[in-house]
């Protein structure tokens, strides 16, 4: 055991992420200094179906030699057991869950997305859904906060003439991500793939009616009506309806976010 240290706890994501915290679990391993893999992402699996065979070897041997393995929801358990046998434990991740409600919930503010801006977050599926109801619902709007490349969503959004209704932030601070969710009638996160996606948390936690994707850890947490409206990635159709749903139900609407907000608080509340 190295001097002074009882246990290491190591946070990983996948690719350079895991590369890096590999080396600091091998070195735990040579002292004998016991350590925590706490896995963070969904991209795990992918990079290890996608890795040299010397890689998965390194892979299998982190997890084995771990004193626990954290993941993120039992889908994510499994994914990791399937890479090698672990002692494992499921954990949430934890969120502040106000006191009430924003304050814009069940509105007729925007559709908002906060995260990285790109296709694997579905953002041009976003813009494609809107303006298949911009006739239906004229004073909606979106807007996707988050870094990212904004100018293929710019690009469609004047194709397909929403320009004036897609508004882009950029990366935003905690202190503006909680003013946009107040102001936001629903949140949307038609992801390709996700762990338990923090943002998701964050917008159930204040009562905003959520549409996800049934990706990754998230059929963990939530069930589609109940909790959020899930629909199939790359859909704008069904993205679409889901919006019209929403707006044009404005009670089902605030029913749902405050389900929304107890499964969180019942489930992830720090």
């Given at each position: 055991m190295v001097r002074g240290v009882d246990m290491v706890w190591i946070h990983s994501s996948a690719d350079a992420s895991f590369r890096r915290k590999a080396v600091v679990a091998t070195l735990a391993r040579l002292t004998r200094t016991p350590y925590v893999f706490h896995s963070h992402t969904s991209g795990m699996v992918r990079y290890y179906e996608g890795a040299s065979g010397a890689e998965r070897a390194v892979v299998r041997r982190v997890l084995r030699s771990a004193a626990l393995v954290v993941a993120l929801g039992d889908s994510w358990e499994?994914?990791?057991?399937?890479?090698a046998p672990c002692v494992s434990v499921r954990v949430m991740n934890?969120?502040?869950v106000p006191a009430d409600a924003g304050h814009g919930v069940?509105?007729?503010?925007?559709?908002?997305?906060t995260g990285r801006v790109?296709?694997?977050?579905?953002?041009?599926?976003?813009?494609?859904a809107l303006a298949l109801v911009a006739d239906r619902h004229p004073g909606r709007h979106l807007v996707l906060a988050g870094d990212g490349d904004p100018a293929p969503v710019r690009e469609l959004a004047a194709r397909l003439g929403v320009s004036d209704?897609?508004?882009?932030?950029?990366w935003v601070d905690g202190d503006r991500v909680a003013r946009l969710l107040d102001e936001a009638s629903?949140?949307?996160?038609?992801s390709r793939d996700e762990g338990m996606p923090m943002a998701l948390l964050e917008a159930m936690a204040r009562g905003v009616p959520c549409i996800v994707t049934p990706v990754g850890g998230i059929p963990d947490l939530v069930a589609d009506g109940e909790h959020?409206?899930?629909v199939a990635p790359d859909d704008p159709r069904g993205l679409a309806d889901a919006l019209d749903r929403l707006w044009s139900h404005p009670d089902e609407d605030r029913a749902m976010g405050e389900r929304g907000r107890q499964?969180?608080?019942?489930r992830c509340s720090t």
């Open positions: 499994r994914a990791l057991n399937a890479m934890p969120v502040d069940g509105g007729d503010g925007p559709v908002l997305v790109g296709d694997h977050k579905g953002s041009r599926v976003l813009v494609e209704r897609v508004t882009l932030t950029g629903v949140f949307a996160l038609p959020v409206l899930f499964r969180v608080r019942e």
